[in-house]
């Protein structure tokens, strides 16, 4: 396998000062006036953020867009811009002030209700970490994997976040230690969350085909669902307008029996994860936050 090299950082721009200054800034200012201010950045961000500019103008030429590119860049970096305050504003209050409708909230709640533990596949699309906002619950204890390069302001207040719902943060170590406890956890009954769409530094991966382009997806999720045997879930919170989000839920299933090993079966379940990938970007088009080039086979 030919070396890779790092293309991002994994981490929430701002630095550990910027970010405590939004989080006190938003104690006591009203979120619209951070979207207003926000309206106005963003074309200096486009033009000095050239890697992040770069990978989000390869996302859309990927998804055929050819004319007016710099309109749709711009509307991907203003959501995102809105999705980081939305974060830091229900941080600073330690309150949610949005609204969610949810979709196939069955498929998650029997989850909830079985004796089995179950993964959750996030990905870097909408507003993820703020889905614990809206699906509230104390059947189950859910352990959030997370890169441990964010600062340790933004870990604590995600640690924060997440207390009123039964979880807590599990941050990926270097020597893998972290594999432990999520597979005690699953065996426990309880609930796993990772990010499955970018690769850490991983050199194992599945290539699969994405927006009509191989790709590179992390084995790890898949791998540990097939191989403990519990079932997969994905969670997409899409921004939609006004202060409402979309909570999608889609079960990540596949007949195991088909397939000969755990691999296979991890390999599937990849596949039927960037399916469903591809049809929330459909509809969200402008809600893809992986600010590099996606496709160029480079781990973060």
């Known amino acids: 396998m030919s070396e890779v090299k790092p293309a991002w950082k994994g981490t929430t721009g701002g630095g550990n000062f910027g970010q405590k200054a939004i989080f006190f800034l938003f104690r006591f200012v009203d979120i619209r006036v951070g979207y207003a201010i926000l309206a106005f950045v963003i074309p200096f961000y486009m033009l000095f953020n050239r890697k992040g500019y770069l990978g989000i103008r390869d996302y859309f030429r990927h998804r055929g867009v050819t ?27 330690n309150k949610n002030i949005f609204r969610s409708r949810i979709t196939n909230w069955d498929s998650f709640t029997r989850l909830l209700n079985s004796r089995v533990g179950f993964m959750i596949s996030g990905s870097h699309m909408g507003n993820f970490e703020i889905c614990g906002y809206f699906t509230q619950q104390d059947l189950k204890k859910l352990y ?13 207040n995600r640690a924060r976040a997440l207390s009123g719902n039964m ?82 839920c889609r079960p990540v ?27 929330v970007l459909e509809e969200y088009p402008h809600q893809w936050f992986n600010f590099y080039k996606f496709w160029d086979n480079q781990t973060l």
Not at 144 to 156: C, D, L, M, N
């Open 67 to 93: 004319r007016h590119i710099n309109r749709h860049i711009y509307r991907n970096h203003y959501l995102f811009g809105q999705v980081m305050m939305d974060k830091f504003y229900c941080f600073a209050r």
């Open 144 to 156: 959030a994997v997370v890169f441990g390069g964010e600062s340790a302001f933004i870990q604590t």
């Open 253 to 279: 299933e596949v007949n195991r029996s088909q397939y000969k090993n755990s691999r296979s079966i991890a390999e599937a379940l990849c596949r039927t994860y960037v399916r469903q990938l591809e049809e």
């Open 167 to 248: 979880a807590e943060l599990i941050t990926v170590a270097p020597d893998m230690s972290h594999l432990f406890t999520i597979k005690a956890a699953l065996e426990h009954g309880d609930i796993v969350s990772m990010p499955c769409d970018r690769l850490f530094g991983s050199r194992k991966f599945f290539t699969v085909p994405f927006l009509g382009t191989p790709a590179q997806f992390p084995i790890g999720a898949f791998l540990l669902a097939a191989q403990l045997e519990v079932p997969m879930i994905s969670l997409y919170v899409m921004r939609e307008p006004g202060m409402q989000y979309h909570t999608i």
